[in-house]
């Protein structure tokens, strides 16, 4: 007798090896090429709160203001895809219930328009296609991808520098889990403004060319730890005026000890991080280590069935027919 494999034991065997083979692709390949920035993003955060605004009819600083702002994020995909990178362009304004709601977002009471341009994989800073401002730092709207337990040089729009925010553990919103990042921002001259000079207590001068100073009394920040993805911010911005060289405030612009995400972004953050991060982890671990178990145990049953083989009768062996008359 002689041993002969089967089809199916070929079969096995075959898929087995290729569910070995593609499960490390899976995790070194085709992961990290998931992990990109979105070309096509359409999102708005909205942070609420208190504060001190400057109100401009009043001509004096006003307490108790019910204090909005509002980020929108649009991808422009044309001129993503034609560089490769992430453009995207957002919008910030910062209102109070008197000019809420606005019809134009330039009768709010600040009004920030930009354009951020990163690197899809890494989320580093591109300086292309028509990018404002020139921007710096690890992270802006979002931190890289596979979050670490390290200090990020976070982007600040109003200082116009980076800040670095530090690793301060883990915090739920929402149910969700993510990594708790802080940081503030001391008192920095930031630009100057021309205003009456009676706003900066000097009325003896119709206009003063004031300093404008910013800091921020916390800033934090709760990030998905895959994605990267901000699930929570919290911000404290102080800005005043200074009369030239003066050390001491003159006027309060906006001073707020804390505007955050309301429930609602919250929810919607942490919906989309569970979807985003639930892909990669499929992706990345569940498929792969799947393929490998799946891989290994076909590649095992179909090793046995060749070894073991079928038994047919082997013809050199078999004795002459007999002659027959």
């Not at 569970?274 to 992706?283: A, H, N, T």
Request: with cysteine; hydrophobic share 35%.
């Amino acid at each position: 007798m002689r041993r002969t494999a089967s089809p199916v034991s070929l079969i096995l065997l075959g898929l087995g090896t290729f569910l070995l083979v593609l499960a490390p692709l899976l995790a070194w390949y085709v992961q990290p090429r998931a992990a990109v920035n979105p070309v096509d993003i359409d999102t708005t955060a909205i942070y609420t709160g208190t504060g001190s605004v400057f109100d401009v009819d009043k001509v004096k600083t006003v307490p108790d203001q019910h204090i909005t702002v509002t980020q929108q994020v649009r991808g422009d995909v044309a001129d993503s895809e034609k560089s490769g990178k992430a453009v995207w362009d957002v919008t910030t304004t910062v209102d109070t219930d008197k000019s809420l709601p606005a019809a134009d977002p330039h009768d709010a009471l600040e009004f920030m328009p930009g354009r951020w341009v990163t690197d899809r994989r890494t989320n580093e800073p591109v300086h292309c296609c028509r990018e404002k401002p020139y921007f710096e730092g690890d992270a802006y709207l979002k931190f890289p991808f596979d979050v670490q337990k390290r200090s990020y040089r976070w982007w600040d729009n109003s200082l116009g520098a980076t800040v670095t925010l530090h690793y301060k553990g883990t915090k739920k919103v929402q149910g969700y889990q993510g990594y708790r990042f802080t940081g503030t921002v001391p008192a920095t001259r930031t630009g100057t403004r021309l205003v009456p000079g009676a706003i900066v207590d000097e009325p003896e001068r119709s206009q003063v060319l004031a300093e404008e100073w910013y800091a921020n009394h916390l800033i934090e920040l709760v990030v998905d730890q895959r994605t990267g993805r901000v699930i929570y911010a919290q911000v404290g911005p102080r800005k005043t005026l200074r009369a030239p060289g003066s050390k001491k405030d003159a006027a309060v612009l906006l001073d707020s000890e804390k505007l955050g995400f309301t429930t609602a972004t919250q929810k919607d953050q942490v919906k989309q991080a569970k979807k985003e991060s639930g892909q990669l982890r499929m992706v990345g671990q569940t498929l792969p280590i799947g393929a490998a178990v799946a891989g290994f145990v076909l590649v095992a049953v179909g090793g046995v069935l060749v070894v073991r083989g079928r038994r047919r009768p082997d013809t050199s062996e078999m004795p002459p027919p007999p002659l027959t008359m």
